[in-house]
């Protein structure tokens, strides 16, 4: 089900979506208009911030939404069987052409309680659409927002290899986790499906396995290179490197018998076939008395020849104090042999890397350039799920809520429109949610609101200026809007981030960031309210326990 731009299959959903489409059918009720919105309660990964993504994923799915024959053929063999066969004629002809949806455009920085999407259509159609957009959304937001902390973690000056494929959920978690992460910050991917379909710039070096699958220099006799440019007749790579492993080792005071030589040989297989992508892994065996001068000795020997190696990577063992280890031995190799840009090679580290670690290359010493990270990317230990909702607020003109036990999940009524403050500085000062009939804040009036955080505390705002979060993207069937490539969404998103406030981009303890409503929504927020609650008073206590009487 791999899919670049393609649409999720409807029935990728849940059960109880077509349940509640045939209650609404029934009853007459599924043409009325409702609106659904989109958002989440609370930030990921103790965070103060999230990147939206997924919504493109959304749009194409909504331009392909339609229910196949086979589709509700099969619906027939799960549905109730007195379900009537008016309700799967209705389903043969749903889509999604009177849906008309508005969103915060992707890779925006987006806070609690903000609608991502607003939702508007048939109350049956936009209800069956619920679980696809929620899946499209959630993950993609999730890695795009874990992406961007590591990136904040790691300073802008090393480069960030997403290598999570083999360890994401599946072909399709792999897939989604190289786009996000891109998009989040990261610079490159080892996923070659998604250099393709996503034009993500890639990388790869090699593994463990190539280099011990060789045994001694016997497993590449004969390895001819011909210089850079083709200026010259080929040299033989092997003898290459041998004399210039010995004078690594002696300068560098190493026993030249105690340098592994299957790894060696290995250096030099792969040289031979990639001259101008060498990138050496060097802690197969031991990184000090083996990896290194092997990389180094292969490495001078390309340069002989006019090539340049482009990094050295390290996998296991204490990988800053083995940065610096390897960075001195090249500054060392690099004046004595008279090869200045030997100073320069990119040491490049792995190994189950977290965001911590991340944050350690900013505080103790190193010389690590770029840093490739897998598992604690793409499957997101810390927080699985974001957690977004897709809540109805409307039905034919009336703000609908959901009300609940528990305070957390009350939604706010109504069809609305988000707004982003600005201040003299031109970053972000506050969010603010009116309803879409009111009029557009205005630069440098006053501003009334209730800000949600604090229990719906009124407090007045003078923006500098005054951005509309909400853009229409889908009306009448069509997507409305030139869609960005994923290059340029990446770069919305740095744009988004390095604009907000440091104090709310800390990975500990970071400020909230102030989403309010304006002052009429909390008006129309306290109306409902007291409308849901008929006979407004203390609940009645939980009973301890339950009696089922029955009946003859």
């Known amino acids: 089900m791999l899919r670049a731009g393609a649409a999720l299959p409807p029935l990728l959903t849940d059960l109880y979506h077509f349940s509640m489409a045939h209650g609404y059918w029934r009853c007459g009720r599924h043409s009325l208009t409702a609106v659904f919105q989109l958002y989440f309660r609370s930030c990921p990964l103790a965070g103060e911030f999230t990147l939206f993504a997924g919504l493109q994923d959304c749009l194409a799915f909504l331009a392909h939404f339609q229910l196949s024959s086979q589709d509700v053929g099969f619906l027939r063999t799960v549905l109730p069987p007195d379900t009537e066969q008016g309700f799967y004629e209705y389903l043969q002809g749903v889509t999604a052409e009177g849906v008309t949806v508005r969103a915060v455009p992707e890779g925006s920085v987006v806070f609690p309680q903000v609608p991502l999407l607003e939702v508007e259509g048939p109350l049956a159609v936009v209800q069956m659409l619920e679980t696809p957009l929620l899946t499209l959304v959630n993950y993609a937001s999730l890695v795009a927002t874990n992406a961007a902390r590591m990136r904040l973690a790691a300073g802008d000056g090393r480069r960030l290899l997403e290598m999570g494929l083999r360890r994401a959920q599946g072909p399709d978690g792999g897939l989604s986790a190289s786009r996000y992460s891109y998009i ?260 440098g009036e006053e501003i009334s609101c209730h800000v949600l955080s604090r229990g719906g505390e009124r407090v007045s705002v003078r923006a500098a200026r005054v951005e509309c979060l909400h853009h229409v993207y889908y009306k009448d069937g069509q997507i409305t809007m030139n869609l960005p490539t994923t290059a340029e969404i990446r770069s919305h998103a740095q744009r988004s981030l390095n604009n907000l406030p440091l104090k709310h981009k800390h990975l500990q303890e970071p400020v909230p960031y102030q989403v309010a409503v304006s002052t009429r929504l909390q008006q129309v927020l306290r109306e409902v309210m007291e409308e849901g609650v008929p006979n407004p008073g203390q609940a009645p206590p939980c009973p301890t326990s339950l009696s089922v009487a029955a009946s003859s």
């Open 184 to 443: 989040g910050g990261f610079d490159a991917t080892s996923n070659v499906l998604a250099g393709k379909l996503y034009d993500i710039p890639l990388f790869g070096s090699l593994a463990h396995s190539y280099i011990t699958s060789f045994t001694s220099l016997s497993d590449v006799t004969g390895q001819m290179l011909v210089p850079a440019g083709g200026a010259g007749a080929a040299r033989d790579l092997v003898s290459l490197c041998r004399r210039w492993l010995s004078r690594v080792c002696t300068f560098l005071s190493l026993p030249e018998d105690q340098v592994n030589m299957s790894e060696l040989a290995a250096f030099i297989s792969y040289a031979a076939s990639s001259p101008n992508n060498f990138v050496g892994l060097v802690d197969t065996y031991s990184v000090v008395r083996s990896g290194v001068p092997n990389f180094c000795a292969v490495s001078l020997a390309l340069d002989e020849l006019g090539y340049r190696a482009q990094g050295v990577r390290v996998d296991s063992g204490d990988l800053l104090c083995l940065s610096l280890t390897v960075r001195s031995t090249l500054r060392l190799c690099a004046d004595r042999f008279s090869v200045p840009w030997f100073s320069h090679i990119p040491i490049i580290v792995t190994n189950d890397i977290t965001e911590k670690d991340l944050v350690n290359l900013q505080l103790l010493p190193n010389a690590v350039d770029s840093v490739g990270v897998g598992t604690n990317l793409v499957t997101c230990p810390l927080q699985p799920s974001l957690g977004c909702v897709y809540k109805l607020t409307q039905v034919s003109g009336t703000p609908r809520i959901k009300l609940t036990e528990d305070k957390d999940k009350m939604t706010l009524p109504g069809k609305k429109t988000a707004y982003r403050l600005f201040g003299q500085d031109d970053s972000p000062i506050l969010d603010l949610l009116t309803l879409d009939d009111e009029l557009l804040p205005g630069a």
